[in-house]
């Protein structure tokens, strides 16, 4: 059974930081890995997603790697802003289609 | 392009109740997918259809039943609410499988 984690739950950083944030995932056997965005009472946005031929993959300040074989992947956000606070979710696409989330790192940065 | 779209945004049943949460996606893809959140647990899928005419259950489908109407909608019903089942729902879909997903903005049910 594909089991993700996130770690840490909830970060804090001061505004200007770089951060990376941390997913796992059990089985390698994955079509693609998808970091998502949530604010307070909202839905879901996507923000980048890597097919498991891919190492990384970079949109404007974010950057996530993958590395299949060891079962991990992180977010890296540079230059963080205040508007960047948010719930950050990683999702891992099984083989058989499924889409299997992690738990979540809530981030808050301060100006 | 209105997407993935939900209805109701919020709704609050008694404990017995049943109800239908709907989701439509104008996007012409092929999966759509039920998902649960619940504070502490992230997002819990419920039922996967792969395509029209196939569904599959998730982590926790117990409760809860699905019909895949057409390419379009993907509905998820339960025949009778229990406080257990409060929590956001959640829909999503992707052009295929192992294509970027698309979430609707939720459906907050309350069972009392």
């Known amino acids: 059974k594909q089991e993700v984690t996130q770690i840490p739950a909830a970060l804090s950083v001061p505004e200007g930081e770089n951060l990376v944030l941390n997913c796992s995932f059990t089985d390698s056997a994955i079509y693609n890995l998808q970091w998502f965005r949530q604010d307070p009472g909202k839905g879901l946005t996507s923000l980048l997603l890597i097919q498991s031929s891919q190492r990384e993959q970079t949109s404007g300040r974010l950057n996530a790697s993958l590395d299949k074989s060891s079962g991990r992947s992180t977010l890296y956000i540079a230059a963080s802003q205040p508007g960047d606070s948010a719930t950050y979710l990683c999702?891992?696409?099984?083989?058989?289609?499924?889409?299997?989330f992690g738990q979540g790192t809530e981030l808050s940065v301060k100006p | 392009n209105a997407g993935v779209t939900q209805t109701p945004k919020f709704q609050v049943l008694k404990t017995g109740q049943s109800m239908t949460l709907q989701c439509a996606q104008d996007m012409n893809h092929n999966s759509m997918y039920w998902y649960r959140q619940d504070p502490g647990m992230g997002l819990r899928l419920i039922y996967y259809?792969?395509?029209?005419?196939?569904?599959d259950k998730g982590e926790v489908p117990n409760g809860y039943n699905v019909s895949r109407l057409n390419k379009r909608e993907f509905s998820l019903r339960l025949e009778s609410a229990a406080p257990s089942q409060t929590s956001v729902y959640f829909c999503a879909s992707s052009r295929k499988e192992n294509t970027e997903a698309f979430f609707g903005q939720g459906t907050r049910l309350t069972v009392v």
């Open positions: 259809s792969a395509s029209e005419g196939t569904t």
């Open positions: 999702a891992v696409r099984n083989q058989g289609g499924k889409l299997i």
